[in-house]
């Protein structure tokens, strides 16, 4: 299983941006997608999740401020990231966990950067 993350960048404090990750490979379906991110210095937390029948779940801190959104069609997740402040700068991570013929497998993206900085 492969992850395509995409979208990060350099952004002005109250921006957006917009994220995707695509999965490619040979599993069933994608259960759970979902966004983490780590700072410098920091431990990778959880930024949101979505399950195959859309149920969300959010950090506190991204609530009413990050979207998270599936195409199951194309095995892709967004995250639409508004109001973006200084300390949302961090690497972002896709995560899925795919069902596979014989269980479940856990995979994750290389990473992108968000940059939030005048």
């Known amino acids: 299983v492969q992850l395509q993350a995409s979208g990060g960048g350099l952004v002005q404090p109250g921006g957006s941006l917009r994220l995707s990750c695509a999965a490619s490979?040979?599993?069933?379906?994608?259960?759970?997608m979902g966004w983490y991110r780590q700072a410098p210095g920091k431990q990778r937390e959880l930024v949101a999740t979505c399950s195959e029948d859309n149920i969300t779940n959010y950090a506190n801190s991204m609530k009413g401020r990050f979207t998270i959104s599936r195409d199951n069609a194309k095995n892709t997740v967004y995250l639409q990231m508004n109001s973006l402040k200084p300390e949302d700068t961090a690497v972002y991570y896709c995560n899925v966990l795919v069902r596979l013929s014989l269980g479940y497998g856990n995979y994750w993206g290389q990473g992108t950067q968000v940059t939030v900085s005048s």
């Open positions: 490979g040979s599993f069933v379906s994608a259960s759970i």
